[in-house]
C-alpha cells in the first residue's frame, strides 16, 4: 500500500504564498507521476499541475506563472508552490500518484485564500 499525505494548507491573505507537501510512504515501483488537484465546493475536481519522473510539468491555465510544482524523487515527495494567490484559489488540494498499475490519493488539505 501507498499513503500519501499532504501539509502546508491554511489561510492566507489574497497576493500572498503557500508551500504544499505531499510525502509518499509504502513501496512504489517504476515510473510514476504526481500531481496536484483541487476542488471548491460546488465544483468539480480540476487538475491543476502534474510532474513526470523526468520532471516534465504542466499546469492549468488558471494558475500558469503563479504556481510551480516540482518533485523529490529520492523522498518521493512532491511540492506545490503557489504565489500571488486569489480567492478563487480555494479549494481543498489533493495529491496524486500515479503510474500504469493503480492511482493513489492523499486526503487533502484546505488552502482558503481571503483578506
Known amino acids: 500500500q501507498v499513503q500519501l499525505v499532504e501539509s502546508g494548507g491554511g489561510l492566507v491573505q489574497p497576493g500572498g504564498s503557500l508551500r504544499l507537501s505531499c510525502a509518499a510512504s509504502?513501496?512504489?515501483?517504476?515510473?510514476?507521476?504526481m500531481a496536484w488537484y483541487r476542488q471548491a465546493p460546488g465544483n468539480q475536481r480540476e487538475l491543476v499541475a502534474t510532474?513526470?519522473?523526468?520532471?516534465?510539468?504542466n499546469y492549468a491555465d488558471s494558475v500558469k506563472g503563479r504556481f510551480t510544482i516540482s518533485r523529490d524523487n529520492a523522498k518521493i515527495t512532491v511540492y506545490l508552490q503557489m504565489n500571488s494567490l486569489k480567492p478563487e484559489d480555494t479549494a481543498v488540494y489533493y495529491c496524486?500518484?500515479?503510474?500504469?498499475?493503480?492511482?493513489?490519493w492523499g486526503q487533502g488539505t484546505q488552502v482558503t485564500v481571503s483578506s
Open positions: 496524486n500518484l500515479g503510474n500504469m498499475a493503480r492511482q493513489y
Open positions: 509504502g513501496t512504489i515501483f517504476g515510473f510514476f507521476a
Open positions: 510532474i513526470t519522473s523526468a520532471g516534465t510539468t
